[in-house]
């Protein structure tokens, strides 16, 4: 007897451990919001130049590699001056690896900086700006889309009209961030901002919108943008 209404109590307690849990979760979501930004990037279109100390290396293998390399008959080799030349074979010029864009430093064309990758972002008014225009990512605040990279989605499509030449790097997030008021800031929550990776594909072009202006940049002229959340930013991106 005594057992039974010992369990009995551990249930009611339970239950109503349950019962203020998810009403202390519902008035913590209305304090605050979600948006979900999107780091869109165009990737590296020719292969970056081979860093000085993993050239020196690579030069050494093959000078070792030389040492012990088979010898082959000299009849064996001379088969390769008897291939037939034909019409196929065309001079190939390499395009130049600097561009207009990079001469001009045209920010706005994705005609630049071809060996490293560019980063999209927007300058106007933002969420926790109050209304005055910064420097910030394609971004939107979470409603009622079915899920966050939905939501994404929709950001980035508000800002560049068509999703036909982008993808996006799986459904989670990549990073989050948690932005709070100053204290003199008694009417704006605090911003919990998602991150989401998308990429450009077959294109070098787009028409971006709903903003002031709007740059692509490398990973070190993003971080100048960005000096307080400089050391998250420089984690998070990998490039």
């Known amino acids: ?24 979760t519902s008035k913590i979501g209305s304090d605050e919001k979600i948006v979900a930004s999107v780091l869109f990037e165009r990737l590296p279109v020719v292969v970056p130049k081979i860093d000085p100390v993993v050239y020196a290396f690579q030069e050494f293998s093959f000078r070792w590699g030389q040492q012990y390399r088979r010898e082959y008959p000299e009849a064996f080799l001379k088969k390769a001056d008897t291939r037939g030349k034909g019409d196929y074979q065309i001079d190939f010029t390499p395009a130049p690896r600097i561009t207009e864009a990079d001469k001009s430093n045209d920010k706005k064309s994705l005609q630049r900086a071809l060996d490293r990758r560019l980063y999209l972002l927007l300058y106007g008014p933002s969420n926790g700006s109050n209304g005055q225009p910064v420097w910030h990512f394609p971004e939107k605040v979470y409603e009622s889309e079915q899920t966050l990279r939905k939501c994404a989605e929709s950001a980035l499509k508000s800002v560049i009209g068509d999703l036909s030449h982008t993808y996006f790097v799986g ?34 072009k787009f028409n971006v919108g709903k903003c002031e202006d709007f740059v692509w940049v490398t990973k070190d002229e993003l971080l100048e943008y960005f000096p307080e959340q400089a050391e998250y930013l420089n984690t998070m991106i990998i490039s």
């Not at 008694?186 to 990429?199: A, C, G, I, W």
């Open 171 to 204: 459904n989670a997030p990549m990073g989050h961030m948690i932005v709070r008021p100053s204290e003199n800031d008694l009417v704006n929550p605090s911003l919990k901002r998602f991150f989401f990776k998308s990429q450009v594909i077959a294109t070098n």
């Open 1 to 24: 007897m005594q057992r039974t209404t010992s369990c009995s109590r551990l249930g009611r307690s339970l239950l109503t451990t349950a019962r203020g849990f998810c009403t202390s």
